[in-house]
């Protein structure tokens, strides 16, 4: 049975090491403000498959280092996670919500109503695009 709650931020960053930046030392997943973040998992089979990282500041919001176990890609649970952190964003008071998308998995966002902005910007040899909607 699928369930999505709040976790650890030490439970996320060890999905998004292995998912996000595996070349990169441990460290380097971690945010200065993950203290403040709220952190998401989606369990499946009794193990993490799927994090997310929100962060409201006022009316604004931002989701960040969004990750799905790569052998568990495309079963949907990306999808739920992220219906879930966009509803989670209304309820504490998000007008926009907004991320910093791998250029790559723009379309993906788009099919949840966030819109590609002018701002792009490359990162570690990543091209990202900040996408927005409003919540």
């Known amino acids: 049975m699928m369930t999505i709650h ?5 439970d996320a960053w060890t999905l998004r090491h292995t998912v996000m930046w595996p070349d990169k030392p441990y ?6 403000d993950d203290a403040a973040g709220l952190h998401y998992g989606l369990i499946e089979n009794g193990a993490l498959q799927s994090v997310v990282s929100l962060f409201v500041n006022g009316t604004s919001a931002q989701f960040r280092k969004f990750a799905t176990r790569t052998d568990q890609q495309g079963k949907g649970y990306g ?4 219906k879930h952190v966009l509803h989670e964003a209304a309820n ?3 007008e926009i919500i907004w991320c910093n998308a791998r250029i790559d998995k723009a379309d993906f966002y788009e099919r949840f109503g966030l819109r ?3 701002k792009e910007f490359e990162k570690d040899g990543q091209l990202y695009v900040v996408m927005e909607k409003k919540v």
């Open 6 to 10: 709040r976790i650890t931020k030490e």
């Open 116 to 118: 590609r902005t002018v």
């Open 27 to 32: 460290d380097y997943i971690k945010l200065t």
């Open 79 to 82: 999808t739920a996670l992220l």
């Open 92 to 94: 504490y008071g998000a």
